[in-house]
């Protein structure tokens, strides 16, 4: 099989990485005041050992999410794969005989990672606003955000084409 689009996606972004470590960066500066000046924080206030324990908590999977975590849409004769490489890197496919229609959207904002959304169905989304919808046989519909839209528009067209003159369609 040729492969006609691969791309690879990670999380990124400033407003991203602020969003995600504001609140363990929170809880250290709460957990340095508390050290440094012997006052306790707030009408309850947490222990110093839970303020650890909980900025660990949140704070590690954050940051291995950013480094590790990875989107994968790939594009070859017969079918689009897609998925993230956590917990396995076995991608989910769509053979070209399954669809019903598929294009680069345009699209509102639905959040970072794994959704589910009414209007754009199952979304898997590192960022930006730009995607594949496609739309199955069985009316379920799926979008994986993409940073490369003309050149996924290129390949999609090509291989429905292809699809639809091998009566795949």
Request: net charge neutral; glycine share 8%; proline share 3%.
């Amino acid at each position: 099989m040729a492969i006609h689009f691969k791309e690879e996606q990670r999380f990124s972004g400033n407003a991203l990485w602020v969003t995600v470590l504001f609140l363990p960066v929170l809880m250290l500066v709460v957990l340095f005041y508390q050290l440094y000046s012997g006052k306790l924080v707030g009408d309850y206030p947490m222990s110093n050992t839970s303020i650890t324990i909980l900025s660990i908590i949140y704070f590690v999977p954050a940051i291995l999410t950013f480094f590790f975590v990875k989107l994968t849409l790939v594009i070859d004769d017969e079918k689009i794969m897609y998925g993230w490489n956590v917990p396995n890197k076995e991608l989910n496919e769509i053979n070209f005989s399954e669809i019903s229609s598929c294009g680069i959207i345009h699209y509102d904002f639905v959040g970072y990672g794994y959704r589910l959304s009414e209007q754009y169905g199952t979304v898997y989304n590192v960022s930006g606003s730009r995607g594949l919808q496609v739309i199955k046989k069985s009316g379920e519909k799926i979008l994986i955000g993409t940073h490369r839209p003309d050149e996924l528009k290129t390949a999609i067209e090509l291989r429905m084409n292809a699809a639809m003159t091998s009566g795949n369609l």
